[in-house]
């Protein structure tokens, strides 16, 4: 507990010091809340799935349920809790990693273009059972090239698009377009989807934030997946925002450093 505080006395040095150190104390205090509610926040998210797969199995162990259909659907419930515990665990890994230095993030000039071909390429399936148009627009011809880590850029896509995906009814349009500024490259992933309420709009970066926590338990979202882009692009040092539009889409912006022709990073 960061409470105690020093007696700031004046505008002197030594007031200006007490000023200083109490400043310091109350981050710490922040930084531990913070620690505290992201410990309870995963407590949380572990206990759910447990105590799914400890009903679910009890109810087989006991043979309560004498159906074989009636079986068979306790067991894929088991399956999915397991999956979700499974995912959870590889997101706190990426998040912790991409927050902090664990994350391998290995910085090379790459091309931009590939990278968002083969990753739309694998999200299409995805949006044609939908019935989403998947397209992808470009600024500017000519290659294309950042200064990035070609799998945390899939990474990034990937989530966005798979959120943008989700999030969008039949029948909608997904685009990817990205533009070339003077120093770095601008990418938007833009949806016709459901949006995203002005109010929740500043948090969905945040960790566990989720927009609507009943919607979101079935699809299997905890809410990790934005923070680990932003972790993602902060440290390529670009920087990433959204906009939306409730009942008309949302668009996620984010920047990558471009390599100039002349400087190559191998
Ligand atoms: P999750 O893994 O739960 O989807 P994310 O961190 O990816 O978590 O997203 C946080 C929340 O932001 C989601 O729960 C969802 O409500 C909202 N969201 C993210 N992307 C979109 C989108 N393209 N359209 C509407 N809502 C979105």
Sequence with gaps: NYQARVAESGQDEVGQLAQSINELASRLQHHEEQQQEFLADVTHELRTPLSYI????????????????ERKKYLALIVRESQRLQRLVSELTDLTGAQGEGMKVVLVRTDFQKVVRETTAKM???????????????????????????????????????????????????????????????????????????RNLPHVFDRFYRVDKSRNRAKGGMGLGLSIVKGIVDRHGGQIWVGSEEGKGTTFFFTVPLASTLSRVE
Excluded at 55 to 66: A, D, I
Excluded at 149 to 157: A, G, H, I, M, S
């Design 54 to 69: 400890q009903g679910y199995s009890q109810v087989l162990e006991e043979n309560w349920v004498q159906d074989e259909a």
């Design 124 to 198: 299409l399936p995805a949006a044609q059972e939908k019935g989403i148009e998947l397209r992808i627009e470009r600024g500017q011809q000519g290659q294309l090239f950042v200064i990035g880590d070609p799998d945390r850029l899939e990474q990034v896509l990937l989530n966005l698009l798979t959120n943008a995906i989700q999030y969008t009814p039949q029948g909608g349009r997904v685009l990817v377009k990205y533009e070339a500024n003077e120093d770095d490259l601008q990418v938007r992933v833009q949806d016709t989807g459901i949006g995203i309420p002005a």
